[in-house]
């Protein structure tokens, strides 16, 4: 859509509400548009893109914001504009000294940014993920955390191939290709809407990252066995066990929070799956679990994170996590991690899964599990994938990342209880 000027006022205040890091920066962006509802939907795309753009390079960005007129807040504003609808775009709507800045840090070399500014990253994660990068390739990890992730989608078996999604989609319009690793993965060319088409309205597919439904496949349940997705929230990976176990068996859907799993039922309802079961538990203690002890095929844990893996949709997280909200985080995972495995019988199956991309979060937890329970034992993730006839080379552990994967940063351990 073409720029206009008062949208770079709209796209100042909001940057300034969501820099305040007081909650997510999506729920904020939504405030603001129920606040204005005069805006437009490729208004509010203008706006929103660009606000998101600021947080992905917010170091590089304040760096090139330290010269120039008017305040801080604008001249981020600017950048984030620029990036988003270009320099040509916002020339009419700017002073000629805005103009001429503008001019000047278009032409600036990233390379010639200190390094830790070109990551846009703080240092404490820099310091996590140094211990696991060489600088080189820590650089590209960065770099592709500073871009929207691509939209992905996986075709619902029950209803329609994946062949059928992608010749639905082509018949609308709209451009796609199969994902490089998950057998029912789309992906798809710039965000489409999608909710109004038939094969979405149907049930033909549903949006879901690649690293999720590989997740899904490592736990690979079975039709007619009895599954558990412990913290299922809207329901993304529940429909695609359901799918995999060809609506047979049993599949609850645990999660803590009643909004969470409203989110699932109109899902559930596309779906044509019969076999799901959403449950409202008030903790990873509740009596509705203990009852189900013992007697469960297969445990999927995708634990409470930073959701460092997913700064690609969600870039103010690296600003609102720390150290010390990561140090809370971790005893809740082994928490809930603990009592999803008492769920599982001789001979069941565990995942331990994560969006984090930090050691602290995934291997720390699943090797603190593995020492107070004898009675598991790791299953090596390459292993399972080659069951799965899924081509993705891997050691004992799924670790997906943007970079190397184009998914989002994903964590996963496969654990078995011994017979």
């Known amino acids: 859509m073409r720029l206009h000027g008062f949208l770079i006022g709209q796209t100042e205040t909001l940057l300034a509400d969501v820099l305040k890091f007081t909650g997510p920066a999506d729920a904020a962006t ?3 548009f129920r606040a204005h509802p005069k805006l437009g939907h490729g208004e509010r795309g203008v706006i929103a893109e660009a606000v998101f753009a600021v947080l992905r390079r917010r170091m590089e960005f304040a760096h090139l914001a330290e010269s120039g007129t008017g305040s801080p807040n604008r001249r981020l504003a600017l950048l984030g504009l620029m990036q988003t609808a270009g320099r040509t775009a916002l020339k009419p709507f700017v002073s000629d000294a805005e103009g001429a800045w503008l001019e000047h840090v278009s032409k600036v070399d990233p390379q010639s940014l200190p390094l830790r500014t070109r990551l846009n990253l703080p240092d404490w994660i820099c310091h996590a993920l140094g211990a696991r990068f060489e600088a080189e390739e820590l650089s590209r ?3 592709a955390l500073n871009y929207p992730a691509p939209l992905d989608l996986r075709a619902n078996p ?4 994946r062949d059928e999604v992608l010749d639905a989609l082509s018949k609308a319009g709209i451009e796609a290709g199969a994902t490089p690793y998950a057998p029912l993965g789309v992906r798809v060319v710039g965000k489409p809407p999608l909710s109004k088409l038939d094969a979405f309205q149907n049930g033909w597919l549903e949006v879901q990252d690649e690293g999720s439904q590989l997740l899904c496949a490592l736990v690979a349940p079975k039709r007619g066995e009895m599954v558990v997705d412990f913290c299922a929230g809207a329901g993304g990976k529940t429909l695609a066990l359901g799918a995999m176990m060809r609506s047979t068996g049993r599949l609850y859907a645990f999660d803590i929070s009643d909004r969470r799993l409203a ?7 596309r779906s044509g799956l019969s076999n799901v079961n ?5 903790s990873e203690h509740d009596a509705k679990i203990k009852r189900l002890a013992g007697k469960i095929d297969r445990v999927l844990v995708d634990a409470p994170c930073s959701g460092l893996g997913t700064l690609r949709r969600n870039p103010d997280l690296k600003w609102r996590q720390s150290p010390e909200s990561i140090a809370e985080l971790t005893p809740k995972q082994l928490s809930i991690l603990t009592s999803a495995a008492r769920l599982v019988k001789k001979g069941g199956r565990l995942v331990y899964a994560t969006c984090s991309i930090l050691e602290a979060e995934n291997e720390g937890v699943v090797q603190r599990f593995l020492a107070d329970h004898p009675d598991f034992e790791l299953v090596p993730a390459r292993d399972v994938l080659a069951e799965q006839r899924i081509d993705l080379e891997m050691g004992d552990f799924l670790s997906l990342w943007p970079h190397r994967h184009s998914t989002d940063g994903f964590f996963a351990a496969v654990l078995e209880r011994r017979g």
Not at 158 to 161: E, F, N, P, V
Not at 263 to 269: D, E, N, Q, T, W
Not at 278 to 282: G, K, Q, R, W
């Open 30 to 32: 939504s405030r603001f």
């Open 141 to 143: 990890l960065a770099a």
């Open 158 to 161: 029950i209803k329609a191939s």
């Open 263 to 269: 989110k699932l039922k109109p899902r559930l309802a």
């Open 278 to 282: 959403p449950v409202l538990i008030d």
